[in-house]
């Protein structure tokens, strides 16, 4: 019985995460579920957004799936974290929010995103099957920011050859396994030379080694361009972390908008797996938000569990109830809640 650690989150969150969690236990995965506290609650209940037990956890588990968790915009705002190392020194860090705490801290070096039609789920377009890599440890997300004065302020940006072989290498192996033959490297490489310029010479000098994989560059304000005029001529994406965290939105948005978009975190310990959108606190607790999503998330942490099986169950499931279109929630036209749309999925695989 494989255990998972469930961080339900904030906003909607606890909403979506419960769905998901009711649609793995009924598709026959043997899984069990831990839950511990991160954001919101946690801060009033245990003094803290992101309390050890969650580490603790993960450290057990390997695999947790995660809710969002909700950032402030702008000000001081960071997450503390102390742990011990394996010598049993403490080591302390602070991160710009708790999504980019739990990725850096537990190695989870690369984000998964697919983007693809789903029969039933409104689209501007057919035929978009995209897979996005992004990378997840450096970049401008290390939060390296502070006011030079009080009208100008500076951010680090980190690109380095090691992280930008290995998620190079991960995409191209995870292309490999799936049998997809075309990778798009996006970047910025004509104007920030040296980091982007890195990027894009260490990605394509890694991709020599995979000559099965077609392997091309585009510079990412054109490639954005691109892919809203022509988004089924691309396969596979690869980019630095914050074009990859904007361009996975554009990409979730050219298949039926956030509500549809899984994604997962991979590291060499363990995996975390999100979904795309964020707290959604327009609709938070209001029985509106699509599970999609979270769903499609907890499919792909069965498939990587080797769960084929319930993760096929769950996704003809969810297909039928896209296909009647009857329980479905607003963002797809139709008028289900969250919890609705659940149960539809969970009793067409009765
Ligand atoms: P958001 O993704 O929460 O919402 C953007 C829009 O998409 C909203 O109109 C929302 O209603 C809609 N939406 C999102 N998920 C949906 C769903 N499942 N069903 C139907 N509609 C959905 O992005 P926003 O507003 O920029 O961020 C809100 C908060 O979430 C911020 O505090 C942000 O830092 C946090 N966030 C957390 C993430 C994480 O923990 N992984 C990722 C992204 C944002």
Redesign the pocket.
């Known amino acids: 019985m494989q255990r998972i650690t469930v961080i339900p989150?904030?906003?909607?969150?606890p909403e979506?995460t419960r769905g998901a969690c009711d649609v793995v236990a009924a598709s026959g995965a043997a899984v069990r579920f831990h839950e511990v506290p991160a954001?919101q609650r946690a801060e009033r209940e245990h003094g803290t957004p992101l309390p050890g037990a969650v580490f603790e956890s993960v450290s057990e588990t390997k695999i947790a799936l995660?809710?969002?968790?909700?950032?402030?915009?702008g000000g001081d705002y960071r997450i503390h974290v102390e742990r011990r190392d394996a010598a049993g020194k403490t080591r302390r860090s602070s991160y710009p929010?708790?999504?980019i705490a739990l990725r850096r801290e537990l190695e989870l070096y690369v984000a998964v995103r697919p983007s693809k039609n789903y029969p039933g789920v409104p689209s501007h377009f057919e035929n978009v099957d995209l897979l996005i890599f992004r990378e997840n440890s450096e970049d401008l997300y290390i939060g390296m920011e502070r006011m030079i004065d009080e009208g100008t302020a500076e951010a680090i940006k980190i690109i380095s050859l090691r992280a930008t072989e290995r998620v190079t290498r991960f995409a191209l192996e995870y292309m490999r396994k799936l049998k997809r033959r075309r990778l798009t490297i996006g970047h910025k490489a004509n104007v920030m030379k040296l980091t982007d310029g890195l990027f894009l010479k260490t990605a394509q000098e890694t991709a020599r080694a995979f000559p099965d994989i077609a392997v091309e560059q585009r510079v990412v304000d054109a490639l954005c361009m691109e892919l809203v005029m022509r988004p089924g001529e691309y396969d596979a994406l690869l980019l630095p972390n914050l074009y990859g965290?904007i361009v996975s939105?554009l990409a979730a948005g050219l298949v039926g908008?956030?509500?549809?978009a899984p994604?997962a975190n991979f590291g060499p310990d363990c995996a975390m797996f999100?979904?795309?959108?964020?707290?959604?606190?327009?609709?938070a607790g209001k029985d509106?938000?699509?599970?999609?999503?979270?769903i499609l998330t907890a499919v792909m942490m069965l498939r990587y569990m080797n769960e084929g099986q319930a993760a096929d169950r769950i996704e003809r499931a969810l297909a039928a109830v896209l296909r009647e279109g009857r329980a479905v929630?607003?963002?797809l036209g139709g008028e289900a809640g969250?919890r609705a749309m659940t149960d539809a999925i969970i009793e067409q695989m009765r």
């Open positions: 989150g904030d906003g909607i969150g979506v954001g995660k809710g969002p968790t909700q950032t402030p915009f929010s708790i999504a965290d939105d908008g956030l509500g549809v994604g999100e979904a795309v959108h964020g707290t959604a606190p327009d609709i509106l938000a699509n599970p999609m999503a979270m929630t607003r963002d969250t």
